[in-house]
């Protein structure tokens, strides 16, 4: 099964989650697609075994070729190339890799060349096996350093996917391809405000979601109500709990010193494969 985690803001606990059901289950690969922000690692001490850089191809114009006739600026979507009178600026940061301008030059003016964009590492702890992906500082596009974390996913074993926060392109790329998709809120406004716009997003993916309320008993009733109205499971409520915060800021699960927790975990996973289907 491919379980995704996922959660409309960031803070909430979504590597918590992750974390702490990975501990439970034991024998599972974590992929950490929060590329522009992995900590996973930091809660599972992996002993690195490799990794490797991930490149995407950019546009490179032989301006001697180039009659700066704008073919290329007008086909681009993502506004990454510039033609003016004389002038051709390419903007690679914005750059999708799609390869369209380079097909469209009736000069051959444009060739493509590979850049690093970010790091894909991987390493083992116990049982699981973490892979995790680093997006280059000032590289504004995770989508395929996430790709590259994914590219090494072990399918037909449990694989946990700790997506970015938020409801944009990283958390589809990331989410994309799950079973399942557990969105971890807490019980507040803004945790319903940004709950409903993932689960929006999750819902037009065609993926089943349930719920996972961190620091429940601060904030109101508003989430379980919600969740009522649209019919989304609450599968596990994490009280509030200064032990738990303190263990989360040493680096340690908390299922690592609270073994009743690893029940919960276990039992949220079995609850999961219900919703499923086996
Ligand atoms: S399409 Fe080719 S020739 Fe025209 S502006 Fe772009 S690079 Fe230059
Ligand atoms: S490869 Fe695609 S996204 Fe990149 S500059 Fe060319 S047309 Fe734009």
Known sequence: ???????????????TVAVNLARSLGRVQLLDCDVEAP??????????????????????????????CGKCSEFCNFNAIFVAQGKILIFSELCHSCGGCSKVCPR????????????????????????????????????????AVKDRMRRGETV????????????????????FCLLVTEPTPFGLHDLKMI?????????????VVNRAGIGDRGVYDYCEKEGIPILLEIPFDRRIAEL???????????PEWRERFLSLFEKIREEVGG
């Open 1 to 15: 099964m491919i379980l995704s985690i996922a959660s409309g803001k960031g803070g909430t606990g979504k590597t």
């Open 39 to 68: 900590n996973d690692h930091l809660l599972i001490h992996p002993k690195e075994a490799g990794s490797k850089p991930v490149h995407i191809r950019v546009p490179r114009v032989l301006e001697e070729r180039c009659n700066y």
């Open 108 to 147: 051959k003016a444009i060739v493509e060349e590979e850049k690093e964009v970010g790091r894909v590492r991987w390493g083992r702890s116990r049982d699981i096996e973490l892979v995790w992906g680093e997006l280059k500082v000032s590289e504004p596009v995770p989508g395929p350093v996430i790709e």
């Open 160 to 179: 946990i996917i700790d997506a970015a926060p938020g409801a944009s392109c990283p958390v589809v790329d990331a989410v994309y391809g799950s079973d």
């Open 199 to 211: 689960v929006e997003v999750i819902k037009i993916m065609g993926i089943p979601v349930g719920v």
């Open 248 to 258: 989360y800021s040493r680096g340690i699960p908390f299922v690592e010193e609270m």
